[in-house]
């Protein structure tokens, strides 16, 4: 088993699954000969060569018609979108072409295709190269959205993804591409979407959260449990539709709940997660539902300062989880 | 005399009947489904009415068990061509569990029948064009040899997607046939609020495609367009791009009210240019259509309809919760 | 003091502000000479002429995104999309643009705009002329998003969203267009954005909802009367960002809250009136926070059967806030 | 003899030393940031460099007192003649408080001034030229004389709103002027992959408007054609679209290696047609440049970049807590 990172983990999901299925390629903005803006499609080309690594014109609304285009007819396209801010331009493709193309022809058709994109902050990129975008897709059934947080979920998620019948957003946190490293097995694996999994076992407060918080959650755990808090904590890794059985267990297990996101608090992923536990465990609870998010500001800045400000950070989470656990 | 246009296209007398046939029935269908919208029967009507020259001409130019299509709101004549029945229709009319389309999901004119490589259609327009781009790009990459034929008006050639999925075709030089029936109206903005060109296939030459514009009350040359468009497709010489000019014969849906953005003249020339009676016309002249066959096909058409709509009106609807079915494959759903 | 329909309402508000500020205009698809798909224009492209009451080409994008240019310039546009289904290829122009002019330009620059869109269903309107956009755009910070109920509530939170300095989306439901009537003064009044309404005192429980969903809770809330249970009724009318505290006393008010949204359940806008309860005003509750909304799937179906399934209606709001009282 | 091409045009000799200077400027800003950045000083630099010319003599044949602009992130030759300073493209790159265009909150690149009518702009690509078309309908709607200039790369002419934007301008014949800045290269995808057509400016047609391709590394050129696009914007007649063609010196920004996609050929053709010294060498022909009056332009300007960059590196980051100020108007904060 050998040591990846975490976008070392996602080339090599599409690269097997490239060599598995003739059907699967690749489309997207410099995923071709650069192998991406990150690198995510390196050696990508060289292998499969340019007609299963597209470089697509700069379009990202035709990147993801084209897409689903290609899905529909039985290919299995994974679109790049360079950033996840760059999304928005596709927003009509996605919402009201792929996420209803199954539902709308009773069946007939179907649209198997996953778009990736870069996503998070905490890299010096700027209102346009930091957003949290999931909030603007998590509302639209017939839509799947994973958010892998190791090496070890990237690659098992986007194999799973790939092999979907239906349409897969993949959000990746980029600093967490070479943060994060983990043991990723060789063999194929895959991952079933819509499982959020526990990363760690604990008893006083429940942290639910995705992404980079999982990180900083597992540390600020690692530290408070040195001053008697133990912490469970729930990975969404599919933040929808939901997995509202495991968070309803997370939440029952402790009594005390904390939320975490790196997107703005206001009509968060993370609203959704309080109203099903304020549905469905209500009176299981010892302490409101507590969320820890960036501020209702438009984006990140760029300024270390304001930057720093908006960001989550392991800080930030331990002193929420504190409170929580003073509560 | 009027001259034989078609012999030297390739199409039998027998060919060009049907085109007729096709263009008739596509007619005589949306006609009912008016009389059935404004009886209370059915909510909804959007027309093919002045259309069916540009889209069975162009219809029959492909070739119908093989090439796949992703038809706009009014292409009724180009679904008929590639296997959607009088009574599949219907059922999309009426909303029934069996409609093929959607099973009732869908209001009418939203195509879709993956056996017939009808590529199912939303209402956002031009979407549908970076789609069949998409269905081209795979028959590309698959090395097959068909062709993918998508249609829209000349006002959702502004959208954004129109412009994208060209220039994505273009690049990759794709088998993809872009076709625009220019009615002149986009609901009640007239062509030149629409657009500042002359023509839509003004447009080609900024894709790298070639462009044509035709007159769409004339089925003949639309046929002989789009077989062009479609040799070189398969030729792996790329896209094209088509223009269709036509007249809306209606009203732009049965919410809709012509008379409030339409003048009379506008209207009486429309109707002048009436695509099924130009086309009898030549074929009358031609001595290939007659009277009498003229209302044979007529009765039998009616025929059809009446039987078609019969079973449509009877047809049950889904049930309710057949509303949460289909949102996810089916294995994901438990 | 007239009695008006809430489109009359709407289009009073529109030439109000047009004869006021001759910044104001109008642009959008058939919004001129037809006066709108819905009538909602009607009579303004003959009072104000076709340079303030512009019929634009069919392009959603350039809709918003010239909007945005003329009112980073100083004019106030009010930009109509057709059906709110067709704002999605604008969402780009929305998001990344209009919500985020002020903040990036660290307000030198501000975008006073206004777009108008008629949402909602049980009109027959199938997949795509029937949906709930409002939870797409309600996690995004720059945009205010406004949804009246009345007459009377339209008027003033339109005229108010004209003057407002900032984009402001306006969604109207589609069905209460003529359906729904009230009187409507005829002086030049606002109603400040931002602020959530009570639509009926009451005392067993209370319900927040808005649009068409005030009606039918108003409705029912007659009918439970007279089996003695008193519904406290909250129309949000601003449903971004919220107002929290009027969220809070509400739930306070009766301990026993039914949020209803026409929207699919997971990820509306009650998702996140559902957190800010379970954050601020746990304690007070008697019973789990309940939520009537659509299904989970892509939209609501054409078929009246499936249609009606998915409808919220005065029945199911009845049901629901029954079975709420008796919790 | 080298022949004197700006007199004709109206150009006085002070004017084409003024523009050197501005393009020099533009080069040594952008040269200095590159060196800032690789020092670690500063995150992320995008470059002006090879496209100066297109940048400035365009800049020149506006109006800088009553025009509206809406340049893209490379146009720092743009914004300086449009009264941005050294000063303020430091402390842009330094993301400081004092930056004009956003206080700190955006990259380097995302201008935005409205003193100097600068509009705001963003990273996703294209969306300006909708902007652009709207400041322009507000310019024909309140009767005033100003044009709108607005430019993108020939990648992003791919995007929906060059379509939509292009296409509405054309309608409207709204004075507007669209400037594409064709520099062979979207980051690492080469004209051919974007675009399937011979130049940009073939788009035009499809707009209703007149289209043209000129040498980007020609201030005189492009200054002549956007004075004519101008003059005909303020006569009423409607939108143009240009295109300049040129190279990218640098790597697409601060974040790429073009080595990974760009040969040696390629980027030595480059060099050899830098607009810079071409320029210089023409004015110098001419006698209106020496070397002398060139090398004290230089040291003017290195002791402005020195000056600017001291005082954008000393100069205070908002404060933190500045990042929940400006969501919505003042008033509404509390
Ligand atoms: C994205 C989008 N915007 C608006 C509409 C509403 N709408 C339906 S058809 C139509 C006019 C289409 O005109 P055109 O493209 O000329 O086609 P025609 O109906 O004339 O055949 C409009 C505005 C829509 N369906 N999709
Ligand atoms: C909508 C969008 N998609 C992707 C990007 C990422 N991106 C930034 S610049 C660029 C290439 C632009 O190429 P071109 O338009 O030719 O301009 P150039 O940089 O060459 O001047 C890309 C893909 C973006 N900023 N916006
Ligand atoms: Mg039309
Ligand atoms: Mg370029």
């Known amino acids: ?327 | 005399m009027t001259e034989n246009r078609h012999a030297a296209l390739g199409l039998s007398d027998e060919k060009v009947l049907e085109m007729y046939r096709t263009m008739l029935l596509a007619r005589r269908i949306d006609e009912r489904m008016w009389l059935l919208n404004r009886a209370g029967k059915i909510p909804f009507v959007i027309s093919c009415q002045g259309q069916e020259a540009a889209q069975v001409g162009a219809a029959y130019a492909l070739d119908n068990e093989k090439d796949y299509i992703a038809p706009y709101y009014r292409d009724m004549g180009v679904v008929l061509r590639f296997g959607m029945t009088t009574q599949e229709l219907m059922l999309s009319a009426f909303a029934k569990a069996e409609d093929p389309n959607s099973g009732g999901r869908q209001m009418p004119g939203h195509f879709g029948q993956k056996k017939n490589r009808i590529i199912t259609g939303s209402s956002p327009v031009t979407t549908q064009v970076p789609h069949a781009v998409g269905v081209a790009l795979a028959s590309k990459m698959q090395k097959k040899d068909f062709v993918t034929f998508v249609t829209l008006g000349e006002g959702s050639s502004n959208q954004g997607d129109f412009h994208e999925g060209a220039n994505f075709a273009g690049v990759h030089k794709l088998p993809v046939i872009i076709m625009v029936e220019n009615n002149r109206y986009a609901i009640s903005v007239p062509l030149k609020k629409q657009l500042a060109c002359e023509n839509v296939s003004d447009r080609a030459k900024g894709y790298g495609m070639p462009g044509v514009t035709v007159d769409g009350n004339d089925p003949i040359e639309v046929y002989k367009v789009v077989k062009e468009a479609a040799d070189r497709a398969r030729e792996g010489k790329g896209p094209s791009l088509i223009e269709t000019v036509c007249y809306r014969l209606t009203a732009h849906s049965s919410d809709d009210d012509q008379r409030q953005y339409r003048t009379e003249e506008d209207l009486a020339e429309g109707k002048a240019h009436d695509p099924i009676m130009r086309f009898s016309n030549y074929l009358k002249e031609l001595n290939i259509l007659t009277s009498e066959l003229e209302e044979k096909m007529q009765n039998d058409i009616m025929a059809e309809i009446d039987e078609a709509t019969e079973y449509a009106e009877q047809a049950p609807y889904a049930a309710p919760e057949h509303a949460l079915k289909y949102v996810y494959a089916e294995q994901e759903e438990v």
């Open chain 1, 1 to 327: 088993m050998a040591v990846l990172s975490y976008i070392d983990a996602i080339t090599l999901a599409m690269k097997e699954e490239m060599e598995r299925d003739e059907r699967v390629f690749i489309l997207g903005e410099d995923v071709g000969r650069k192998g991406g803006v990150f690198k995510a499609t390196n050696g990508l080309y060289e292998q499969f060569g340019e007609d299963r690594v597209i470089d697509t014109p700069l379009a990202e609304s035709a990147i993801a018609g084209v897409g689903i285009g290609a899905a529909m007819y039985g290919l299995r396209p994974i679109a790049e979108m360079q950033f996840a801010d760059f999304i928005m331009p596709a927003v009509n493709q996605i919402v009201s072409e792929a996420a209803k193309v199954r539902y709308r022809s009773n069946n007939d058709w179907n649209c198997p295709m996953v778009i990736r994109a870069p996503f998070g902050g905490g890299v010096h990129g700027a209102l346009y190269h930091s957003q949290s975008v999931e909030a603007v897709f998590a509302n639209q059934p017939g839509l799947k959205i994973v958010i892998p947080s190791t090496p070890y979920d990237a690659k098992g998620l986007l194999k799973a993804a790939i092999r979907d019948d239906d349409p897969v957003l993949f959000f990746e946190h980029k600093r967490a591409y070479r943060l994060i490293k983990g043991e990723v097995p060789d063999d194929d694996y895959t991952i079933e979407i819509g499982k959020a999994d526990v990363k760690r076992e604990g008893d006083d407060i429940t942290v639910i959260t995705y992404g980079l918080g999982v990180h900083f959650a597992l540390q600020a755990a690692e530290r408070i449990e040195k001053d008697g808090i133990s912490a469970h904590i729930l990975d969404l890794r599919t933040i929808y539709p939901l997995d509202q059985e495991a968070i309803i267990e997370a939440a029952k297990k402790t009594g005390k709940v904390l939320l975490i996101t790196e997107d703005t608090k206001e009509g968060s992923v993370m609203s959704e997660v309080a109203a099903i536990i304020a549905e469905y465990a209500l009176f299981d609870l010892d302490a409101p539902i507590k969320r820890l998010a960036g501020p209702d500001v438009p984006a990140m800045p760029y300024a270390p300062t304001m930057e720093k400000f908006f960001m989550i950070s392991p800080e930030k989470v331990e002193q929420a989880m504190r409170e929580l656990a003073a509560f």
